[in-house]
């Protein structure tokens, strides 16, 4: 009987159970207690008052011990205690883990990493942490300190956070003595499978303690808390202490967290019947049906499944057979009037966790092997030439094996998917402009659908040297009606990383990629995605690899597939190379240089060819050697006709080949030395090589001093010629606040290229904690240059930031130079006024000499109270050149959300308008975005609900629609919880189309409406045999079958009243009686509905019945055929 009481009390809707043994006396009374939510059902007296005295202790501190099911996410993060950064060598830093599923961990650890390291950001210190305790630890030589935790499992398996950096302070807003329910969690791999046990309370006297989970818990000042752990399924015993004046609770919770769990919900309707009536040529049967359900659980076995299913209603030889197919319902309910009341009184909300287009969601996974049908991001990696990141809709899978590397990586594993994409990718390269707004090509983009990294390529051979892939929300926001991406930090043009000072035009590009997916206005896009790849480490060094990917999508039908391998020798010790082929027409590239105000188009290459890439780099440490450095090396071959995510080989090229190396170390704590050599050649003749070496001394703790000397080479359509530069750069630390230096540069021989002498001083000066300038200014033979930058940043997110870029040679893409060159300003922030309001602008303005752009964007966020938000974000741009391009974008929205538990509402409107010459072509754009919720709750009986969606463009329709559209709801419930006697429903919805919405990505504008439904069902219980019910509806509704048609009036009446009698326990017999009365066709009709079922068990029902008219009570139902006989299923769980 014992077991048996956690199922019971489940089955009984508990939410605590006590249960105190004593010994066994037969079959009375003594000896045990059993209280359900606090109340006695069976108890020993003496027990029972013992468990009531528990419940009473607890309930004095307002504790909850609550068993939240098994849909809970791991979190794992990590935070800095004390001061605020920066840490440098030497300093004691001390570091809280945090997580809530300890009992999966076997080991924890806190590892640091020098992003600075020679060859790439290097682990220098790993201690060990006990999971959700702290450490303190001294920080090793070392420039740019970031942390990482990591969590191990008893199989070797790790989670891991994101890099947190100890040079710039954390903004996340921390507490340092509570878990705040934050997750930084970079890298998932440990399955974790139970349920969340979240112990709560309220009450705590000032300065009382709690221990809960076998740790101290720190109540805030108003003497709450809250603490959950993930636990494993089974019974544990949950130890809970509150020791303060007054308080003394010492006790024990035993919880039950099941194996198994499921929420499943689904019904199935078929009807069988005959039918006559004015639109039917005399008798016809039919046969329908609908299937609809959900299901989320997770086996004994740890088998976890979610999925869902909606056939719609049609005849049942079709309902089953496009299962695979998009569903049109997302685009017809911008046509049809929604069947559904806008609420039900309830209070219920929805979570999708079935993301689909289409009529089916599947997924089934255990441990880390899945398989999906339905909405996900084809990531593919492993392979540099093979790669994928687009939003898909169709069939994934994932399978690896259980046993692991040295290092917890599956063995072997394998990447599948095939879809059908129903939007485009597009993919937008912006060079830096050291600001951090930028301007997507095109607008209202699908949601989630983007993928944003910062790479460094070099400029003559466009070859990748660094790709870092940004989070959202922590590294950007982005605005997907607008198209408009916000960065963090802003992010700068280019990087010279060496001691000679490169010429206009050789520094390495910094760029940012934006990759998503949008709906086109003017294309069919027919056609499948396909891809996969497949890897195993034949030993804990050496990876096997080979990827494929095929395209069919719009103007795209390409193949693109390549093998690899990779052995692993350290940590940043590699050897790896890369073989793709290409066939075929894949996606083209835009590129700006100006933030998105203009885009010149890279299109795609059709045609086939293929790539090969080797890299090797090599770790001193790793091969023994006592010192710091790192070798690496590179080779790469692209034929005529190869085409990729990151290159497109051209007939203006032909075939390239690149290869290059590098060698840089640090032998001692004062000398240091780099040595680098790039070649790049195609067919066409062009060439670019360049070679060089720098040497570093410090000469004493504050004076570095720095040689440097590059050779370069180059043959090109523009310039042909040699030349040697060598420089020298000496800086001083005045103080770990202030550096300055100073350098020169000469050309000591040159042929045919122009000379690049430079001398210059620059400096770096923190002078507060918070404020930073730093600056340099140079001359030389190809002009004036300098830049300056004066930056803010505080522990509590505030950041200011002022600079100015002016660069001798400048070149910018898609824009002639026609005067000076005046360079670009760029000025913005974040600031927090006060605890209410946080404010965000930036502006940025390019002289290129005629050619002038002003960006500029502002945002406010006003939080006056827990439940009041206000936002309010405006953009504006400018182009003027004097030639091709003068026009003005304009941008502006409006947010507001209100949450409390009677009333809550979210609203925004967005505006964008955008008029003149881009690139020599009109552009005339005007488009207005309104979204609004709201929820009543009038009383305990009665809820109100209402929402709008508005749209006005008027476009050229090359981005987004022209046209209107508005949907209005406004829902009425009365459902009483204490007596159901009375039930009402009631809806209204407004419907505007003038779109003409496309329907199944036909290349031609749909019917436009414009309709008002409103309604009302109320019912009423006589008593437990009978209730009567009725329901009245109008709709007034024009339609046109295109743009140029005129729109015809169709207007109705419909009243329903009904009777029903519940005869014995499984019987119900109905009758209805219906008048429907079209407005214009001034016709009246009245009809009778006589319906009789029988219920089978608990979930089926049989019956049928006889309709005496022709209509049905769907006022969207406008064809006259519903007379005749029906026989009815219905199953539902």
């Keep these: 009987m014992i077991n048996r009481l956690p199922l019971c009390a489940r089955l009984m809707g508990a939410t605590a159970l006590t249960l105190v043994a004593a010994t066994a006396h037969g079959q009375s009374n003594e000896g045990f207690s059993l209280r359900l939510n606090g109340a006695d059902i069976a108890s020993d007296t003496a027990l029972s008052t013992i468990a009531r005295r528990a419940d009473v202790a607890l309930a004095d501190a307002d504790i909850q011990v609550v068993v939240d099911g098994l849909g809970v996410v791991p979190r794992l993060d990590l935070e800095v205690i004390g001061d605020a950064a920066p840490y440098t060598t030497g300093d004691v830093v001390t570091l809280q883990s945090a997580l809530n599923y300890p009992a999966y961990i076997n080991r924890a650890e806190m590892r640091v990493i020098d992003l600075a390291a020679v060859g790439g950001p290097r682990t220098v210190a790993v201690a060990p942490i006990t999971p959700n305790g702290q450490v303190s630890l001294t920080l090793p030589a070392g420039e740019d300190f970031a942390i990482v935790h990591r969590v191990y499992d008893a199989q070797g398996r790790f989670d891991e956070t994101f890099p947190l950096s100890l040079t710039t302070p954390d903004d996340r807003t921390l507490s340092a003595d509570a878990e705040d329910g934050s997750d930084a969690t970079a890298e998932r791999n440990i399955p974790v499978h139970g349920g969340a046990v979240t112990v709560r309370g309220q009450g705590v006297v000032p300065g009382g303690r709690v221990t809960a989970f076998g740790g101290p818990v720190t109540p805030d000042r108003d003497g709450g808390f809250i603490l959950q752990r993930i636990l494993p399924a089974g019974a544990h015993d949950i130890d809970i ?180 994409p129903d939007k485009l990718p597009q993919r937008d390269v912006f060079r830096g402009t050291d600001g951090s707004v930028y301007f997507l090509e095109k607008q209202d983009i699908g949601g989630g659908s983007e993928t944003i990294s910062i790479q460094v390529r070099d400029p003559g051979t466009d070859r990748v040297i660094e790709t870092v892939t940004l989070a959202a929300g922590r590294d950007y926001d982005i605005n997907y009606i607008q198209g408009i991406v916000t960065l963090r930090q802003p992010l700068q043009n280019s990087i010279s990383p060496g001691v000679v000072i490169a010429a206009p035009g050789e520094a390495s590009n910094v760029n940012l990629v934006v990759q998503y997916e949008y709906t086109p206005t003017a294309t069919d896009l027919d056609g499948f995605s396909y891809g996969g790849r497949v890897e195993g480490w034949a030993t804990d060094q050496l990876r096997v690899g080979v990827s494929g990917i095929v395209e069919q999508t719009g103007i795209a039908d390409q193949t693109l597939a390549g093998v690899d391998v990779l052995y692993q020798l350290g940590e940043t010790s590699f050897i790896r190379g890369d073989v793709a082929q290409s066939e075929g027409l894949g996606f083209g590239t835009t590129f700006s240089a100006n933030g998105g105000l203009i885009f010149d188009e890279t299109a795609a290459t059709d045609g086939n060819g293929t790539a090969t890439k080797i890299e090797a ?134 042929d045919g290229l122009d000379r690049n002498d430079r001398y210059g001083i620059g400096a770096d000066y923190r002078f507060t904690e918070n404020w930073r300038i730093s600056g340099e200014v140079s001359d030389g033979n190809l002009g004036t240059g300098g830049s300056i930058r004066l930056s803010n940043e505080d522990d509590v997110g505030n950041q200011t930031y002022f600079g100015y870029t002016l660069e ?291 979930h089926l029902k049989i019956g049928g019945g006889y309709n005496f008219g022709q209509f049905s009570d769907d006022l969207t139902d406008l064809v006259q055929d519903d007379q005749g006989l029906f026989i009815n299923l219905v199953a539902k769980y």
């Design 241 to 420: 202490a509150v020791n303060g004046s007054g308080q003394r609770v010492n006790l024990t919770r035993r919880v039950v967290v099941p194996a198994s769990e499921w929420f499943y919900t689904g019904t199935a309707d078929v009807t069988f019947g005959v039918r006559t009536g004015d639109d039917v040529d005399g008798t016809e049967t039919y046969q329908t049906g609908r299937v609809a359900g959900y299901v989320d659980g997770r086996t004994q076995t740890g088998v976890a499944v979610t999925a869902s299913i909606d056939t719609g209603e049609g005849p049942l030889e079709d309902i089953f057979r496009d299962l695979d197919e998009k569903d049109p319902r997302s685009v017809l309910l911008r046509v049809d009037p929604d069947d559904l009341y806008p609420t039900y009184g309830d209070d219920s909300t929805s979570v999708d966790n079935t993301p689909t287009s289409g009529k089916i969601y599947l997924r089934v996974a255990r441990d880390d092997d899945f398989v999906l049908w339905g909405d996900f991001t084809s990531t593919l990696t492993g392979n540099a030439l093979v790669r994928n990141e687009r939003t898909l809709y169709g069939l994934q899978g994932h399978v690896a094996t259980n046993t692991r590397t040295t290092a917890g990586i599956p063995r072997a594993a394998a990447d599948l998917y095939a879809a059908q």
């Design 808 to 1098: 001798p040679g400048r070149t910018l893409a898609g824009v002639t130079l026609n005067g000076t060159d005046r360079g670009r300003f760029v000025a913005g922030g974040t600031r927090k006024i006060g605890a209410d309001v946080t404010a965000f602008g930036e502006n940025t303005y390019d002289v290129f000499g005629a050619y002038n752009s002003l960006a500029s964007s502002y945002g406010l966020t006003y939080q006056p109270t827990d439940t009041l938000q206000y936002s309010a974000a405006m953009t504006v741009a400018t182009v003027q050149d004097d030639d091709e391009n003068d026009f003005e974008r304009q941008a502006v929205s409006f947010g507001l959300s209100y949450d409390t538990e009677q009333f809550t509402s979210a609203g925004r409107v967005e505006y964008r308008t955008e008029e003149g010459l881009v690139s020599g072509n009109e552009l005339n754009t005007d488009t207005l975005l309104i979204s609004l919720d709201a929820r009543y709750k009038i009383d305990e009986t009665q809820r109100i609900v209402g929402s709008l969606d508005l749209a006005r463009t008027q476009t050229d329709a090359s981005a987004i629609l022209d046209g209107e559209y508005t949907d209005a709801v406004l829902g009425y419930a009365f459902r009483p919880i204490d007596n159901e006697q009375l039930n009402i429903l009631a809806r209204y919805r407004y419907l505007e189309d003038l779109y003409g919405q496309r329907v199944d990505d036909a290349d031609e504008d749909g019917p436009r409406q414009r309709s008002q439904v409103v309604s009302v069902d109320a019912i009423y219980d006589l008593n437990e045999r009978w209730s009567i019910g009725g329901k009245v509806g109008y709709r007034a509704s024009e339609t046109a079958a295109t743009e140029a048609s005129a729109f015809t009036q169709n207007d109705a009446w419909l009243a329903v009243g009904g009777v029903t009698y519940h005869m014995l326990d499984r019987w119900d017999i109905a009758a209805e009686v219906r008048n429907l009365t079209a407005v214009q066709a001034e016709t009246s009709d009245t009809g009778v509905l006589a319906t009789v079922y029988r219920h089978v068990g608990d």
């Design 617 to 750: 780099q090599i770790a001193f440490a790793d091969i023994g050697l006592q010192t710091e450095g790192a070798f690496s090396a590179y080779a790469e071959q692209r034929s005529e006709g190869f085409s990729n995510l990151d290159n497109t080989v051209s007939a203006t090229t032909g075939d390239e080949d690149l290869w290059g190396f590098a060698i840089a170390g640090k032998p001692n704590d004062v000398l240091s030395y780099r040595a680098y050599l790039d070649s790049y050649e195609n067919a066409a003749g062009d060439v670019d090589r360049t070679a060089g070496a720098e040497l570093g001394y410090q000469i004493s703790d504050p004076l570095l001093l720095e040689f440097g000397l590059e050779s370069t080479d180059r043959d090109d359509a523009t310039e042909t010629g040699q030349r040697t530069d060598a420089a020298v750069r000496l800086t001083y630390a005045f103080s770990d606040a202030f550096e300055a230096s100073v350098f020169g540069q000469e050309t000591l021989d040159v």
